[in-house]
């Protein structure tokens, strides 16, 4: 499925942003904390309307919330009172499913995502990788035609972080997906696609695409001269906002 | 272990202080009759049939009062945090009301019963609900906002929302003010049962009115057995009532 913003202005944030994701790809959103890049993470979600300018997905307009677009929020949002096996049974089980359905098939997921025998532990009782798997279980089982992933490592330790990175490549690969991070080294491990942000308001700045093969080599060079021309934009930007904190000051 | 080994030695300690207090007549505690006195009372009265009826007529009243309270108290509450309206509505009232010691609905509550049983447990009920409903508020304020957004993505109607996130996550708050609540109860039974005319003896009429009776005797040794076992009620009330909270809460005790 293919998601675009047409023109979009919200919440003050996103002035006039157009952008597309296309199907079947993983896009990255990068750009400095506080630029909205959650802001249209809700717009794609249907949890915010936009003030002006079109959401569309799969060509139609977003109207609301639906299993079709799920999010996966910063940090962890599992339900802390329902067992993992319940967090992950739950789009299927609140869309009617039969439970003995939605169970299979959530074990099946939790086992690919490396939590078998944890289905019946509280997500407190969980590491925070283990977590974040749970998570990605929770949203996959729906088989969403848009995932948005809003930064969702963040918190994680660096090697917690690698190995779930490692774990998105491979469950993510051929779906539509909206991957928010400061990280441009996820960034570019993961995308097909990346979009530089800039700030205030929030607009592309810049789409690269990212033409490597898979399973991507972090020390690819590459790899390694996306990632400058990344951070080389980001850097600027940053040094643009700060530029205009100091007037504004 | 330990644990309880401590709060034995904590007992101890204060029924020390208590008696030295009383025997060489300390500030305040000079005038209240030692332990030692105190014990001997509950000894006499325990062998009476009336003070264990005391005992049951009064945790008749708490736990009927206690349970209207939750009954009435978390729908109204849950109510309140579901619909704006309501809330909007509803809530002013409440806390008018709500400032208003039981104490002093105790006239209106003879006028409004027909029996001296439900004045009383409508007082009781008064101590818990206010308690109950206030911290199902405070308990919704901290629904976690990306709980109830994933179970919308997720498909979840009005109805499995409010089972399955609003519910749950307003538990920990529920169990609290029902806790808080069940005490309460205890604290405003003196003025519940100074309704009451007493029962088939003096010692009969509930452990509130036990304390009053005295007082009015003067047998100052025998309301501090009524303070004492009404400390005891409570506590016990207040335990069972953790107890079936941590039950209707697993994913806490687990961690």
């Known amino acids: 499925m293919?998601?675009?913003?047409?023109?979009?202005?919200?919440?003050?944030?996103?002035?006039?942003?157009?952008?597309?994701l296309e199907g079947g790809r993983t896009t990255a959103m990068i750009g400095p904390s506080g630029?909205?890049?959650?802001?249209?993470?809700?717009?794609?979600?249907?949890?915010?309307?936009?003030d002006s300018g079109r959401v569309l997905a799969g060509g139609e307009p977003v109207t609301g919330p639906s299993p079709e677009r799920l999010v996966v929020f910063q940090e962890s949002a599992l339900m802390p009172w329902l067992t993992t096996l319940d967090n992950v049974m739950f789009g299927p089980r609140a869309r009617g499913e039969r439970r003995r359905?939605?169970?299979?098939?959530a074990r099946e997921l939790l086992a690919r995502v490396?939590?078998?025998?944890?289905?019946?532990?509280?997500?407190?009782q969980l590491s925070g990788g283990m977590q974040r798997r749970a998570e990605l279980a929770r949203a996959l089982v729906n088989d969403p035609e848009l995932m948005i992933l809003d930064e969702p490592f963040r918190g994680l330790d660096a090697?917690?972080?690698?190995?779930?990175?490692?774990?998105?490549?491979?469950?993510?690969?051929?779906?539509?997906?909206?991957?928010?991070?400061?990280?441009?080294?996820?960034?570019?491990?993961?995308?097909?696609?990346?979009?530089?942000?800039?700030?205030?308001?929030?607009?592309?700045?810049?789409?690269?695409?990212?033409?490597?093969?898979?399973?991507?080599?972090?020390?690819?060079?590459?790899?390694?001269?996306?990632?400058?021309?990344?951070?080389?934009?980001?850097?600027?930007?940053?040094?643009?906002?700060?530029?205009?904190?100091?007037?504004?000051? | 272990m330990t644990a309880i080994l401590r709060g034995i030695a904590g007992v101890l300690a204060a029924l020390v202080v208590w008696?030295?207090?009383?025997?060489?007549?300390?500030?305040?505690?000079?005038?209240?009759?030692?332990?030692?006195?105190?014990?001997?009372?509950?000894?006499?009265?325990?062998?009476?049939?009336?003070?264990?009826?005391?005992?049951?007529?009064?945790?008749e009243r708490v736990v009927t009062g206690f349970a209207f309270a939750l009954v009435l108290g978390v729908p109204f509450g849950l109510a309140m945090v579901t619909s704006k309206l309501v809330k909007r509505t509803a809530f002013p009232v409440f806390e008018i009301l709500r400032p208003i010691p039981p104490l002093a609905w105790v006239p209106l509550a003879i006028l409004f019963w027909p029996t001296q049983e439900l004045s009383i447990t409508f007082v009781i009920f008064l101590g818990a609900f206010y308690t109950v409903v206030v911290n199902v508020l405070g308990g919704?304020?901290?629904?976690?906002?990306?709980?109830?957004?994933?179970?919308?993505?997720?498909?979840?109607?009005?109805?499995?929302?409010?089972?399955?996130v609003i519910l749950p996550a307003t538990m920990p708050s529920i169990v609290t003010g029902a806790v808080v609540g069940m005490g309460t109860t205890w604290e405003v039974v003196v003025a519940a049962e100074l309704i009451s005319g007493g029962g088939q003896d003096a010692a009969g009429g509930g452990l509130g009115f036990l304390v009053w009776n005295a007082?009015?005797?003067?047998d100052l040794a025998r309301v501090v057995v009524g303070m004492i076992s009404l400390g005891v009620a409570g506590y016990l009330a207040s335990g069972a009532v953790r107890l079936a909270g941590r039950r209707l809460m697993p994913w806490q005790a687990a961690t």
Not at chain 1, 114 to 124: A, C, K, N, Q
Not at chain 2, 141 to 164: N, P, Y
Request: proline residues 5%.
């Open chain 2, 19 to 59: 008696e030295l207090g009383a025997q060489l007549d300390a500030p305040l505690l000079g005038p209240v009759p030692p332990p030692t006195d105190v014990a001997a009372d509950l000894v006499a009265v325990a062998g009476t049939s009336g003070y264990w009826s005391s005992w049951q007529l009064s945790f």
């Open chain 1, 159 to 249: 090697m917690t972080r690698r190995l779930m990175q490692e774990y998105c490549a491979e469950l993510l690969a051929g779906r539509t997906v909206l991957f928010i991070t400061t990280d441009v080294d996820e960034a570019v491990f993961l995308a097909d696609r990346l979009l530089v942000m800039e700030n205030r308001p929030t607009r592309v700045r810049r789409s690269i695409d990212v033409p490597l093969d898979r399973p991507r080599d972090r020390r690819d060079p590459a790899a390694l001269e996306i990632k400058a021309e990344a951070l080389e934009l980001l850097h600027e930007e940053a040094r643009r906002s700060f530029h205009r904190q100091g007037e504004a000051a």
């Open chain 2, 215 to 218: 007082y009015q005797g003067g």
């Open chain 1, 35 to 50: 630029c909205g890049k959650s802001t249209i993470a809700f717009l794609l979600a249907g949890y915010d309307a936009p």
């Open chain 1, 101 to 105: 359905e939605a169970k299979r098939r």
């Open chain 2, 140 to 164: 919704a304020e901290q629904i976690d906002r990306r709980h109830l957004l994933a179970a919308r993505s997720l498909g979840a109607g009005r109805l499995t929302i409010f089972l399955r």
């Open chain 1, 114 to 124: 490396g939590l078998e025998g944890f289905e019946d532990r509280y997500p407190d």
């Open chain 1, 2 to 20: 293919t998601a675009t913003l047409d023109r979009v202005s919200a919440r003050h944030v996103v002035e006039d942003c157009s952008l597309e």
